[in-house]
DNA sequence: TTGAAAGCGGTACCAA
DNA sequence: TTGGTACCGCTTTCAA
């Protein structure tokens, strides 16, 4: 194309057919008052002379301010900061649609989510992303939006069964058989790992149960899994759970903790002199792990790049409010397996952010 | 905020302080002509007020159409083809900035490139994406259309001295270093490893040679390297010297092929009964490498991100061209390793792309 | 040094 | 069913 040859506008196609600017408007948006003959000519023209809209005249006169709301849980703060940084990344590099975005946090999953979507009115947001907690408990409120017309955007992790129109998360089965296969390649004698998930009614867990399970069947037949630990999220539950399952097992050879909450059980092992001696798979990155990966004495972290889920979410509801794109039912993220080789790629990120929030809290 | 509170407009400045829009106009744009004291009031009352241009006005008053160029080569079509998805897929979700790209290509790397930057006058471009060949010769072209007022995005590959603005690729050091540390996990015992690159005066090439060999002394020192072979991205080449390989070090345990050239390695190990044997690290993701993964006969492969890429080059120059943000110097993205497990998260993208390019065919 | 006003390309209201 | 036109917020020309 030519440099500054551009489109032509509506008022090329009016011109063209010796009618009125009011009259193509009206058959562009098949607004009633339009003779259907009419009508089929300035598509006709329309094509012809290439019209594109000009979108920067539209969105002047329309003057659309659209209205976002992001609800996300304060904890787990390493995960969900990221998470805010890539909403707000994406949303300041917006030109040409004025957006209002609301952020807001609560507690902890389950603890002020559902208050908090319930208390929407109908209509009030354009959009909203959220982290839904318990799929069946939250559904009514995702589904009560939706139909308002409020665009509801799920992010790390998932309502699948309601309305909401777009959800973004780490692939949850590829994490736990990325994780199977993980421990599978490095453990090459025959012996039993361990899982150490959050709780299994969380869908997301669930399935990197379900991914670990199999995987570890089908890729790394020496090893056997024991029994799943669900260490719900608190650490002192996961203190206690590890020290159990070392007493009752202590010739484990592998651990994968599928959530966040890895330090306790880092730091069961440190005790009990079994850190780099047990391989440890973790999830997330944050700044503990850091020394502990550069000193070999994790395997590996599975990242689920929280930022991008962030910016990937802003992204896909941008488009479908602007240009009613319908996304895909839902986007899973391939998580990044971070090592001691590659950390320092994804350290840079956690570490600047941990020296912000220092600075933040006037450190 | 408020749903439909907008922020202060230009109007609302010169109300507030009882002046023309046109003064203000001046004073935000610092064209000649104002009191400084009614500009440094201007200025104190734009951020009183919180003042935000429309950018949907200005772009329609201004009415200025970006004009950007993509140059790339057709080979490697199975990593440039991604990129240049990922480059439209950037370039279709922008609204409220007009925009026309040009997209080129030339037969290879070395071969058409520097002519066609070349022939590029002076201030055709804002923008221009490409891919450059050896830095050294292409540095004068870039340099005289950074200087012209071109911004120029290196992607895939850089010219660091060069002028030019931004550059976004994988970081090849770390792509090296990640290959040293799969291997020396996975090959537990005492053995010889061996790497095949491209050419080493390619930056990218040699920066994996170094992020390899440095990782491999450091993470695995059971592991010894043998003399480096440069394949020149030639299949006859590869297959040449992987013969050659094989018959002087029979005993190789494992093969890191840090180009995407991998397929005629693969088939002389296929020949001599050693797929499966060797541990093969690959990089990119083509369709077929697909069965070679889910059949283990690979260990992995460190895939480039190729859309990724490109579209976050596009969005990089993008937000130059239109706030004048600078971007940083380098940005080096996280290469995925892709092993069995996780590897459906990336081959449906890659067989998709596969068919469509066979539907295209006519197939 | 400052102000008044035209106009960018659509949308939508009112009139015919 | 169609046409005329005011207006969105900003830039820029011309006049004061």
Redo the contacts with the bound molecule.
């Keep these: 194309m030519e440099k500054g040859k551009?489109?032509?506008?509506?008022?090329?196609?009016?011109r063209a057919?010796?009618?009125?600017?009011?009259?193509?408007?009206?058959?562009?948006?098949d607004?009633?008052?339009?003779?259907?003959?009419?009508?089929a000519r300035v598509l006709a023209m329309a094509q012809k002379l290439n019209?594109?809209?000009?979108?920067?005249?539209?969105?002047?006169?329309?003057?659309r301010r659209l209205s976002i709301a992001v609800y996300l849980p304060e904890q787990i703060h390493s995960f969900f900061a990221p998470l805010l940084e890539g909403v707000r990344s994406a949303a300041g590099g917006v030109f040409g649609v004025e957006i209002d975005v609301e952020y807001r946090t609560y507690p902890r999953i389950g603890e002020g989510d559902l208050a908090l979507l319930e208390s929407i009115p109908d209509g009030r947001f354009d959009g909203v992303i959220f982290t839904p907690g318990d799929p069946a408990k939250s559904e009514p409120a995702i589904n009560r939006l939706s139909r308002s017309g409020t665009a509801m955007v799920c992010v790390a992790s998932d309502a699948p069964h309601s309305e909401r129109i777009a959800a973004v998360s780490v692939d949850a089965y590829v994490s736990g058989a990325l994780a199977a296969e993980l421990l599978g390649r490095t453990i090459q004698r025959n012996g039993t790992v361990a899982m150490i998930t959050g709780e299994l009614h969380v869908l997301d867990h669930a399935e990197k149960l379900r991914g670990f399970a199999a995987n570890l069947a089908l890729l790394a037949p020496h090893l056997s899994l024991l029994p799943v630990v669900e260490s719900h999220e608190s650490a002192q539950e996961a203190l206690r759970q590890t020290r159990n399952l070392l007493k009752r097992n202590p010739e484990v050879a592998g651990i994968y903790v599928s959530t966040a909450n890895s330090l306790p059980v880092l730091r069961v092992l440190e005790e009990q002199q079994l850190l780099g001696k047990v391989q440890v798979l973790c999830t997330d990155l944050f700044a503990e792990l850091i020394p502990l990966l550069e000193g070999g004495r994790i395997l590996a972290t599975l990242y689920q790049r929280p930022f991008a889920q962030g910016k990937t979410a802003f992204e896909i509801l941008l488009r479908y409010l602007v240009e009613r794109v319908r996304p895909e039912h839902a986007t899973r993220l391939a998580p990044h397996t971070v090592f001691r080789s590659n950390l320092p790629l994804f350290a840079d990120r956690v570490r600047s952010k941990a020296r912000a929030a220092a600075e933040a809290r006037g450190v």
Excluded: E, Q
Excluded at 17 to 29: E, P, Y
Excluded at 51 to 63: D, F, G, H, Q, W
């Design positions: 551009k489109p032509a506008g509506i008022k090329d196609v009016a057919l010796g009618i009125s600017i009011a009259t193509v408007d009206r058959a562009f948006h607004r009633p008052g339009v003779n259907p003959k009419t009508r019209y594109r809209p000009n979108l920067a005249a539209r969105s002047l006169k329309l003057n």
